[in-house]
């Protein structure tokens, strides 16, 4: 039974970091495509022309927010070793992740919630 609960724990971690990069890519696009003079879409303007919506979230993405709003880059630091933590839970979870700390569904849930709270996306996100 702790396995079964143990397993319900992980996938629903790993569904809140999905709705976190899809709010994410969201974003980016939202961004790219608006004409709005903000430094943050100017950049992923740019970045858009450059590689279109086939961006990596963790090596394009998350790093001109850091840039941009650099009073977010202890958040998106943690976001960013929080997707190591679901990489390791989609792709079939054979090796030991070196992820730094331990997460789990209250720590997930909690990162979620700060970064929908004070990440200023293009559009209203509901929870």
């Keep these: 039974m702790v396995e079964i609960l143990d397993e319900n724990e992980r996938n ?11 709010a994410f890519r969201i974003d980016f696009i939202q961004r790219s495509q608006a004409r709005k003079r903000d430094g943050l879409s100017r950049v992923l303007r740019r970045l858009y022309t450059k590689e279109g919506a086939r961006v990596s979230l963790e090596d394009d993405i998350l790093p001109r927010w850091k840039q941009e709003y650099p ?18 839970l989609a792709h079939g979870r054979y090796w030991t992740p070196r992820l730094g700390r331990r997460y789990d569904y209250q720590e997930v849930y909690a990162l979620a919630d700060s970064i929908f709270e004070v990440f200023p996306f293009e559009r209203a996100w509901s929870k």
């Design 71 to 88: 009073e977010l880059r202890s958040i998106v630091s943690e976001l960013i070793g929080a997707f190591k933590y679901r990489h390791w």
């Design 12 to 22: 629903s971690s790993m569904n809140i970091l999905a709705a976190l990069e899809a």
